[in-house]
């Protein structure tokens, strides 16, 4: 994949489980001309139709679009030959199942380019081209919101295979004292079912906006998340790890007291077997970082998946 990218007008979707974040722009900051936002609900004929309008009428003010760049939730299709390339698959998301979310944008645009790709490699190719892992080709992005996932890249290249990976899916082990079930309708404890939201929700009853400093829940979070990137450190042998979605932000207990917690577990967990300068002093506070595009991460790289697709054209 080139990263070579033109200033290009690109019509911009970030296509996440609870909202939809659209935008028409060049890149970040100035570079976005308008956004919107729209809920993801339980219709996704009519969103992609609310969608295409909106994209229409910002195409009308801002002039046309070179491409549309597409970062959705999954699971997605991204093989595109095959008959389903551009739907969401197996999506516990009501109304979601078997979704073809590429049709009605293709119908309403034409021969237009357009990327598509996972939400979480759509947000990491945001913060490879203009945030925090700029000049590197090896990095993960993840995200730890309604759900959990993860991006990066492996030698420059987004991570793509079989499908594409599933990391919000690992399991880990169990912490001693913690008998929480898990929530992930698939997997139970998987770590999406034992840190998403809706599982620090599950847990303790509260939202993790709500939860106090103090809470038990904090340690048992930052714990899991910890093994998580300590699987990763050891899978993928990335050079940094940005941590996106809501629940990075550590609601009453901060964002920078969740790092700090987050990566004090990790060396505890790698035991100093992997070797690196990013695994001594301070060094661990430049390797697990937040998004430097905060939470426009995801719709920047949506920018960017249209300009790369557009330079394919
Ligand atoms: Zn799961």
Redesign the pocket.
Known sequence: MGLDRRDLLVGAIEGGGTKYVCAVGTGPGKGLLARASFPTGDDPAKLLAQVATWLKEQEAIHGTLAAIGFASFGPIDLDSKSPTYGYVTSTPKPGWQNTDVLGPLRAAFGPIPIGFDTDTNGAALGERCWGAAQGLDDFVYITIGTGIGAGGMARGNLLHGLVHPEVG?LYLPNLPGDDFEGA?P??GR?W??LCSGPAISKRTGMAAEALPPDHPAWDFETRYVALAIANLVFTLSPRRVIVGGSVRKGGKLGEAAFFASVRKHLLVALNRYVVSPVFEGDGIDGYVVPPALGDDAGVCGAIALGQIAAQFE
């Open positions: 899916h992930c698939y997997h998987c999406e079912g």
